[in-house]
């Protein structure tokens, strides 16, 4: 007689992840003991690092690697990646390349991650805790008295500007982006402002930096030629979001990232609102 098979062995049993997003999320959801290979730019949670094997960076991975854990699924973020998928692909490995560039986006991730590997219900229930948590700060910042118009910088050279979710979450905080119409394009190369007088122009009340993989520095912006006039650099009102709560389309810009920037609001409503 065959032995039968527990309904969780349908789905994957030995997954690697490319980026962090998914491993963020099979934690949260106690499924980490699926996870064979993570990216080694991983810091959420931080146990992750000590207990699985780092494989990839973000635009190359360890192939070779990567085919000995013998993964079943491997998950991926952007097109960015379609060269580490394509290889994998060949390899004979299912992949799963997600793209979404917005905070509904991110939403409807966990929920599908979380049924590609038989949790279901925990995602929606994990996915339902963002959700509150967005309309409870969007409730929060509705008693602001006037709205921050926020410059979010991305890089510093060039200037980059936010991507969509980040756009999406200064709203949900209480502020009001200020190239909203940038905020859509999904390549970095095409968020770039060619003109630093554009912020100049635009007068942010609230210049908030997450420059990927580097240390944002709030003199080195106050200090640029004509800058002095943003009431944002006249006010002090330069900030840093790091990069693993905000750069990543993961829970970790839905909980930890919209909570520093709305932190950031409402401090400033406390002292220049009203």
Not at 184 to 189: F, M, N, P, R, V
């Amino acid at each position: 007689m065959s032995k039968i098979r527990s309904s969780t062995d349908h789905y994957p049993q030995r997954i690697v992840c490319l980026t962090e997003e998914p491993t963020e999320v099979l934690y949260a959801l106690g499924e980490e003991h699926r996870i064979v290979g993570i990216s080694g730019f991983t810091v959420r949670p931080p146990r992750a690092r000590k207990e699985k094997p780092k494989v990839s960076a973000f635009t190359s991975a360890k192939i070779e690697e990567i085919l000995k854990l013998e993964p079943d699924f491997v998950v991926g973020f952007s097109d960015i990646q379609a060269d580490i998928a394509r290889e994998l692909i060949k390899a004979g490995v299912e992949v799963w390349i997600s793209n979404h560039r917005s905070v509904d986006g991110i939403l409807a991730y966990i929920r599908r991650l979380g049924a590609m590997v038989g949790a279901a219900e925990k995602a929606d229930a994990y996915a339902r805790k963002a959700e509150e948590q967005i309309e409870r700060t969007q409730a929060q910042a509705a008693q602001f008295a006037r709205r921050p118009k926020v410059y979010f910088e991305e890089w510093d050279d060039p200037l980059i500007t936010g991507i969509r979710w980040v756009a999406e979450l200064v709203r949900i905080a209480g502020g009001e982006d200020v190239f909203p119409q940038m905020s859509g394009e999904s390549l970095a190369k095409h968020r770039i402002l060619a003109d630093p007088n554009e912020v100049v122009r635009a007068a942010p009340d609230i210049i908030l930096g997450s420059w990927c993989g580097k240390r944002f520095r709030p003199e080195r912006v106050a200090a640029r030629e004509g800058w002095d006039a943003i009431p944002a650099v006249r006010d002090g009102e330069l900030f840093e979001i790091k990069s693993p709560i905000i750069l990543q389309p993961g829970p970790a810009a839905l909980f930890d990232g919209l909570d520093a920037i709305h932190g950031i609001f409402a401090e400033w409503d406390r002292k220049h609102g009203r």
